[in-house]
């Protein structure tokens, strides 16, 4: 499966942005997926994730202010991303499970497949 990841960009602090990760030869619905991000100088961390049935996780820093979904008639997930603060300054990345593991998993190593990261700038 390939994943485009789209929709970062510069925002001032207290703003919104929506990221989008177009998959292509699976269906979203067939992966757990999830958003990644790496700041500058620092290792890649977990942001959210999306089961097959629709549950979510979150990672502490962004819970209450990110929102990740997906469309399957789009075959893209989102991440709806809200109060921007510019720690939230990073490299985006969508990844993918291989489909046989429908268990959320919060580091790099439990996921196949990989976007090739979007840039969110959050200005102060």
């Known amino acids: 499966v390939q994943l485009q990841a789209s929709g970062g960009g510069l925002v001032q602090a207290g703003g919104s942005l929506r990221l989008s990760c177009v998959a292509a030869?699976?269906?979203?619905?067939?992966?757990?997926m999830a958003w990644f991000r790496q700041a500058p100088g620092k290792e890649r961390e977990f942001v959210a994730a999306?089961?097959?049935?629709?549950?979510?996780v979150y990672a502490d820093s962004v819970k209450g202010r990110y929102t990740i979904s997906r469309d399957v008639a789009e075959n893209t997930m989102y991440l709806q991303m809200s109060s921007l603060k510019p720690e939230d300054t990073a490299v985006y990345y969508c990844?993918?499970?291989?489909?046989?593991?429908?268990?959320?998993?919060?580091?790099?190593?439990?996921?196949?497949?990989w976007g090739q990261g979007t840039l969110v700038t959050v200005s102060s």
């Open positions: 990844a993918a499970r291989s489909p046989s593991l429908t268990v959320v998993h919060r580091t790099t190593r439990g996921y196949a497949y």
């Open positions: 030869g699976r269906t979203v619905s067939d992966f757990v």
């Open positions: 999306i089961t097959h049935n629709s549950n979510t």
